[in-house]
């Protein structure tokens, strides 16, 4: 029960802190100092960075799992983009 609690503690704050880069990405472009051009090719950025999160958490809860071979093969396809 304590680990799928942490599970779930650690899902929220992931998905707390994706939400909130996706709301303000404009007032935090605009405070790195990017253009309106530059502002609007980032915007993809802001899906990169949920999915790394997302894909991060997904293999570390894979670490925990009996089948660690997946978690392996994960972060060995990180590397290749997928």
């Keep these: 029960m304590v680990c799928s609690l942490d ?3 650690r899902l ?11 709301i303000f ?3 935090i472009a605009a405070w790195m100092g990017f253009s309106v051009s530059q502002k609007n090719a980032t915007s993809l950025a802001v899906g990169l960075i949920i999915a790394v999160i997302g894909f991060r958490y997904a293999a570390e ?5 009996p089948e660690q071979c ?3 093969l994960t ?4 590397s290749l983009g997928v």
Aim: hydrophobic content about 75%.
């Design 7 to 9: 599970a779930l503690i």
């Design 12 to 22: 929220a704050i992931m998905v707390v802190w994706a939400v909130l880069i996706a």
């Design 25 to 27: 990405w404009s007032d």
């Design 61 to 65: 809860m894979l670490k925990c799992l």
């Design 70 to 72: 997946w978690s392996q």
């Design 75 to 78: 972060h060995a396809l990180m």
